[in-house]
């Protein structure tokens, strides 16, 4: 068999864990400092209200993860890391993100967890929290990042800077929990040079996996205001594909990618319309890597 072009998530999940694993997603019932006043109360201006995942009405975290498992989706892996996908999962007490992350291990099938959240949103006490709970199951926490540029990083109103996500990071290495962070390819005002940019930002910290998206425009949302004013143009598949190929071959080795298209909701998608053909992005890719026989991290610079 052909040696893979990059770090796939799911043979390292494989090899981790000994046999095929998969994510459930939950929606832990959180909010967002973004959302609720704190920090500002319009959101990321791609965030739809569903606060970046499918809302899964009003179930308990036990009941969507076991509804997941009693369905065809539960027999396609043998273990499961569940992930809190909706807004800012650490953003609550301790003591309820202890009650939350703890209601996810159901059965001896799920094997640990995955926490979305914003930099600005993780301190010494959460960390610790994570760490705890790290001494029994797989932990590790997806953190938003974006962008390293700080312009762009406010023309999107994230309302966190480099500085928390470096912060963060530090925090988390500290009490060895891995970190996966999560960049956008195609942001207002971005040129090729921002994302070179961002995967030298992200070479220089101790990361251990990257989730790429490609930003889309969703309903309801500020990008949707600047699309329809032709304030914001979508970027084409081939940008994308050209993005693509950049970031893995320079990116670090020792980095898993876990995502290399951002999924939209169908329901809400007002463009660009190649979004909803994930293969294009995944084949597109293949196809690019393989004609130029390239590996990640081929031009990673240490
Ligand atoms: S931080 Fe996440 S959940 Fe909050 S507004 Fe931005 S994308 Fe949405």
Redesign the pocket.
Known sequence: MEKERYNHLNTYLKNKFGKRTLKICVDANFT????DGTKGYD??I??SNK??GEHLKKLSIEEQIKNHLDSYRGKRAESFIVYFQ???NTYDSISNLKEKYLSAFVDERIVGISIAT?PDCINEEIAKLLYEISQKHYVCVEL?LQTANEEIGKLIN??YSCFDFINAVKLLNKYNIDVIAHIMVGLPNETFEDIQNTVKFINLHNIQGIKIHSTYVVSDTKLCDMYNLNTYVPISLDYYLDALVYIITHINNNIVIHRISGDAPKDILVAPNWNTHKKLVLNGLDKRLKEENLYQGIYFNK
């Open positions: 967002c400092p973004n959302r959101g990321c791609f965030c606060g970046s909706n807004f800012t914003r938003g994230r309302c």
